[in-house]
């Protein structure tokens, strides 16, 4: 694609103008759309409403499985953790959030968890501890209502991050697709 860099404009095209007020008269109508719209729903009685806005305690937003939330440790169907201490995700953690104890059992797992503990006030949501992980241990939910008043309750220990591994299968059938492929 090749870009004309000798293009002369009027006068009239260098004031902007024009530009500048069909910019206001479509930020205008978004406003108006978004300040009444509850009106046409009612008058119209339509069931989807025209403007965007998600009145948020009582809606909630339709996430897609992309959407990084709350990293939570998978917990298998047979109510065993997928996570074998392996301290990866601990390594790769740029803002150092992650925890691990690890401990020895005498089952087929050798390693496991005695400890994993998140701190939620430090962590940025990169992904990159889900991307590393081998076993799919660790998977970022799609839980966003993280707030709290004292920094001791954003300290997640591994009773709070074990998630049932049904709840969270949208999200590892994306992790399975988008880092099966080779990107890099």
């Not at 799919?136 to 997640?156: H, K, N, P, T």
Request: hydrophobic share 40%; proline share 7%.
């Amino acid at each position: 694609m090749l870009v004309n860099r000798n293009v002369t404009m009027t006068w009239w095209e260098r004031m902007y103008l024009p530009e500048i007020i069909r910019g206001m008269l479509i930020t205008s109508r978004h406003f108006y759309s978004n300040l009444f719209g509850f009106l046409i729903k009612i008058v119209l009685r339509k069931k989807k409403r025209p403007i965007f806005t998600l009145y948020y305690p009582e809606e909630k937003p339709n996430l897609p499985p992309a959407y990084r939330g709350r990293p939570v440790l998978v917990l298998d169907v047979n109510k065993t953790e997928r996570c074998v201490a392996c301290g990866l995700c601990e390594i790769i953690c740029p803002a150092f959030c992650i925890m691990i104890q690890p401990g020895e059992t005498s089952a087929d797992k050798e390693r496991y968890p005695e400890s994993f503990t998140l701190d939620m006030a430090r962590c940025v949501f990169c992904g990159f501890c889900e991307e590393v992980c081998p076993k799919e241990a660790i998977v970022m939910s799609s839980e966003f209502e993280l707030a709290g008043y004292d920094r001791q309750r954003m300290l997640f220990d591994k009773q709070k991050l074990l998630t049932p591994v049904h709840q969270l299968q949208d999200r590892i059938n994306y992790i399975r697709e988008i880092y099966g492929r080779k990107n890099y």
